[in-house]
């Protein structure tokens, strides 16, 4: 079981609460995103774009860092990570991401600052030894094709700081491009590396290859894709809708052969996210009228359980776990 982002259900994800408060809840390993500073220093964070999980639009000395860029063909306006040095980004202050629909979480807002990714891996030491179990960090490296052209390679970043912590045991690393990927395990790095999987679109790298000749995402989940991706990665990660049936009111009514499909191609498969709030649940999962309570989050959870995923990531970790009870 997988804290996504910690157990970033409860806390503001990525902080030090949501990935300590992850593992006293019974997680196996928690997911953090990794984009870098202006000096190369990798940090956690959803995105590059830092206002809706920071304080930074109400800070007046970065009012100036404000600008519009592309990433990965999105059009985008806010703060970035790359226009900060570890120094200034350090003095941000993290907040909730959805705050409507995580108003507790909300509460927490702007007690803790930004992590690195070294102090991620000191967390993940000090949890190891307190609950006496080996612990795993599943690292998602965000948007490399882009940081690459802008001269942060985030493959030989990620290399120099994991390469004295990482095994074959405690490091999975993930990404929506295989290029880099790749990068990571020809520098020698240990561990899983898992290739994530959207519903619709090509991976960005392959994009930037190829255009409008990129190969899509589906392409990649065809008998022959499957075969080839075993060939270059130990696993694939996809959404959870893909494991899901739905009818055409949008109600789940059961599950898809897509996790037998990886299995039986010689990958291990994961898929993301679970999430307890009806916001997150199909129609006829969903309990009462505000986005922000609990639906049937059991039902919908035991499905995609039932599928036989090697790993599963959760906003809510607990309730992940008390359904094995």
Known sequence: MIGHR????????HTRAAYELAFALGADAVEPDIVAT????LVLRHENEISGTTDV???????????SKVVDGAQLTGWFTEDFTWAQLSTLRSRERLPAIRTASATFDDRW?????TDLLQIIDEQSARLGRELVMVAEIK???????????LDELFAAEIARWATPDNLIVEC?????????RQRGIPGRSVFLVEKSGSPADLVARFGRRALPY?????????????????????????LLRTDAAANVIGTTDLVDRIHEAGLLAYTWTLRAENRFLARNLRRGTPQRDFGDWAGEFRLVLGTGVDGVFADQPDLVLSLAQ
């Open 176 to 184: 929506f491009e295989q290029t880099v990927l790749e990068q990571v």
């Open 143 to 153: 948007h490399a094709t882009y940081f690459e052209s802008i001269g942060l390679p």
């Open 218 to 242: 589906s392409a990649h989940l065809t008998p022959a894709g499957l075969a080839r991706l075993a060939e270059q990665v130990d696993g694939v990660s996809v959404d959870k809708a893909m």
């Open 6 to 13: 910690g157990a970033s259900g409860y806390r503001p994800e």
């Open 113 to 117: 600052g930004i992590l690195r990714l």
């Open 57 to 67: 639009a109400e800070r007046p000395e970065f009012a100036g860092l404000r600008t």
């Open 38 to 41: 202006k000096d190369g220093v």
